[in-house]
């Protein structure tokens, strides 16, 4: 579904990306695991075409692709509203004229449905708070009906009701043979909640079954002077690098 051969990019003179060499196989949830600046955002950044590479090739093995980046900022007097913006879902297969057809209709209906933004259909988004906004742009991730989705930290700011809806959206996407990547830095729960892990920082450390793939030896490599142990578990401490995510 998709496949990085020699993968680097750089931002100046720092390097997001080294050499990376990697295929990710379709009908799989993928846990993207890395500290801050470990270049998980710059992998899905070039993956949709946002960045270009200084060196190698990514391709991907489906036009139906959905990307969620993080953090994205919204100025208070954007004047999409929710509908709007979960309706933005489905231009790539409108066409010029952006007839919405009934699936097209349906589609969003159950994006707001199933992300619990339905009520807030008038609201616009920048008056939304954080959580609330985050959902509706989840929603429009899933009124694109993509094979592959790519969501860079896709639980930053929800509350645990959310979060608990976003993980199992994911369950049932990689049920229904779709292909979904979520960089993360949670320890626990890329263990426990997906498929594949792809430990990365900037270069490729380890990719595999996450219960086999999830290791010390990988961990620290991954984490390497971001993780400390307490209590027994392996946690990460905040650090940033210059550059990229």
Request: aromatic share 4%; charged share 25%; proline share 4%.
């Amino acid at each position: 579904m998709l496949t990085a051969r020699d993968l680097t990019v750089r931002y100046g003179n720092v390097v997001a990306l080294e050499a990376l060499d990697v295929e990710i196989p379709r009908g799989r949830s993928i846990a993207v695991l890395g500290p801050n600046g470990s270049g998980k955002s710059t992998l899905f950044a070039a993956a949709v075409g946002l960045r270009e590479p200084t060196a190698g090739v990514v391709e991907r093995g489906t036009d139906r692709v959905a990307y969620l980046p993080q953090g994205l900022a919204v100025e208070p007097m954007f004047p999409a509203t929710v509908r709007d913006v979960v309706t933005m879902g489905r231009w790539g297969d409108l066409g010029l004229r952006r007839r919405m057809s009934a699936r097209d209709r349906e589609l969003v209906a159950g994006a707001m449905g199933e992300l619990a933004v339905d009520h807030l259909e008038h609201r616009r988004l920048g008056e939304l708070s954080g959580g609330q906004r985050q959902r509706a742009l989840l929603a429009q991730v899933a009124a694109q009906d993509a094979e592959l989705l790519l969501l860079d930290e896709p639980f930053t700011g929800v509350d645990r009701p959310t979060e608990d809806t976003v993980r199992k959206l994911i369950g049932t996407w990689r049920d229904e043979g779709r292909t979904v990547m979520v960089a993360t830095h949670d320890l626990a729960r890329a263990a426990r909640d997906y498929d594949l892990v792809l430990a990365l920082n900037r270069r490729l450390i380890a990719f595999g079954l996450a219960a086999a793939t999830c290791t010390e030896d990988v961990l620290a490599a991954t984490f390497a002077g971001h993780i400390a142990r307490v209590g027994g578990l392996l946690i990460e401490t905040e650090h940033r690098h210059p550059g990229a995510g």
